[in-house]
């Protein structure tokens, strides 16, 4: 086999299968098992973030960790808990934190610059241009717009006229 016939045929199996020792972007979506997604409420609980990244759990653990400190012994909110919805093992992952007294927020994580951190959060479907920003995943961002809308299908993040502005489109039907 020619060097470029090896080429070629490792770019169809690329394209088909991968090629290399990288695997391939999985997404984990933890409301296909619960609706609530996996809840964390302390740092023993990242165990239950079956398929994690072991990075991703130990961010999490942090956060619960950091939560938990801040809110101090303020029985008005209750204890601090992190639900995580959704990972794409290509860096980003979905989910909120909240407290049953107090409420919450919906968040997106993802892995920059090798280190997971939070690139958005709030209580509203994000905006496109956030989304666009970060790179998160389409796949991810729907499970995320679903789940802070109720379950209701909102859309998707489009391009018009290819000038770099996003917009929520909504699904037809």
């Not at 979506?29 to 609980?45: K, W």
């Not at 619960?64 to 209750?78: F, K, T």
């Not at 919805?85 to 920059?112: K, M, P, T, Y």
Request: aromatic share 10%.
């Amino acid at each position: 086999m020619t060097r470029w016939s090896t080429i070629a045929a490792c770019l169809v199996v690329m394209v088909v299968a991968g090629c290399g020792n990288e695997p391939a972007d999985e997404l984990i979506d933890y409301t296909a098992r619960s609706e609530a997604g996996i809840t964390i409420a302390s740092p023993a609980d990242v165990s239950k973030l079956t398929g994690a990244p072991e990075d991703f759990k130990a961010y999490m653990a942090g956060k619960i960790e950091s939560l938990v400190q801040a809110a101090g012994s303020d029985d008005a909110c209750g204890r601090p808990q992190v639900s995580v919805d959704a990972i794409d093992l290509g860096a980003f992952a979905v989910g909120s934190e909240f407290s049953e007294g107090c409420g919450g927020a919906a968040f997106i994580w993802a892995r920059q610059d090798g280190v997971w951190q939070q690139v958005w959060g709030g209580q509203d479907i994000p905006g496109c241009k956030d989304l666009m920003k970060h790179r998160v995943p389409p796949r991810l961002y729907r499970i995320f717009s679903d789940d802070i809308s109720g379950g209701e299908q909102i859309g998707e993040c489009t391009s018009f006229d290819g000038d770099g502005s996003y917009e929520w489109v909504p699904y037809e039907g």
